[in-house]
């Protein structure tokens, strides 16, 4: 692997191996307002959420690589501790870059990227009226973390007030991701659509205890048809199958039938040929009976 040591590199190209690597990072639009009542709106993607209860979001403003200056958005809330997050949609992902052009200060963004300024209830900061989710927030703490050009200010927000537009929110009172259709920053010019294929569920409960790889049984670890991802979906199950699960298989799966009749005289043939179809069916999305078909291979030894 390559290795990367801060210190060794310069901070431009560490930037660039961090954004790679880091990635993909939420986007926050940031809305702020100087003292003048001139509005600011810029992306920020060292962003994320870090609390529900209180709820706060934290992103970082760092000074320019290039010349080691500081941003307007940093100063406006240094100014007056007010800004209103705004999240990143496809559609708005143009005007989003148009914002972030490092225009003079009395400049208004919002002009500029053709974005619709909108009251915020309990903050002076605009909210952007295009983006499907607004966050009212007042600063509470602001934490310098250098003095040289790429170092960061995290600015850490307490949320005052949510806004989601209702037609993103489904019946259950949830968001639904294809109809957020949110944008993350990758490295360089790369940018991820969180839609379609790209967006896929996972069940695993976080509470009740799963077997874990450390269970599973030797053959099944060491496997040469098997991916990592494959044991992982076995290894979130529960339970391992009883007696009867199994002596059903035995009888009513012609595949696995077929697989121990033609069993040759290598245990390694065997076990490939088992696990083919325990990765076909963990394919078809049948993730107990693959299980099951896994773990016959132990009931056929103990008999
Ligand atoms: C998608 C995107 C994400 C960005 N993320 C950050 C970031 O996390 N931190 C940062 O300092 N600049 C970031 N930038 C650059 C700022 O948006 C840019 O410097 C902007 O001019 C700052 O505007 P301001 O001076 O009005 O605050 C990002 C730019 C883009 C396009």
Partial sequence: MR?????????????????????????????TIDDDGIPNIAPYSFFNAFSSNPPVLVFSSNRRVADNTTKDTLH?????????????????????????????????????????P???????????????????????????????????????????????????IDDKNRINPHKMDLVGRMGRSHYVRAQGEAVFDLYQSVMKPALGFDSLPKHILNSNVLSGSDIAKMAGLYKFPDVNELADLMKNNHDLKSVFSSAESSDNILIDNLHRLVKNTIDDGRI????????SYESVLNN
């Fill in 118 to 168: 909108i009251p915020a209830d309990l903050v002076k900061p605009f909210r952007i009226k295009e983006s499907p989710a607004h966050f009212e927030c007042k600063v509470s703490e602001i934490i310098t973390l250098g003095n040289h050009g790429g170092a960061g200010h995290l600015i850490i927000c307490n949320v005052l007030r949510m806004h989601v537009c209702e037609s993103v």
């Fill in 3 to 31: 290795v990367i040591t801060p210190g060794e590199v310069e901070t431009k190209d560490l930037h660039q191996f961090i954004l790679g690597a880091v990635a993909p990072r939420p986007i926050a639009f940031v809305s």
């Fill in 288 to 295: 107990e009976e693959a299980f099951q078909i896994a773990m």
């Fill in 76 to 116: 406006n809330v240094e100014l007056n501790q007010e800004l209103v997050v705004n999240v990143v949609n496809y559609e708005i992902v143009h005007q989003m870059a148009l914002a972030s052009i490092s225009y003079p200060s009395d400049i208004d963004e919002f002009a500029k990227s053709g974005l619709t």
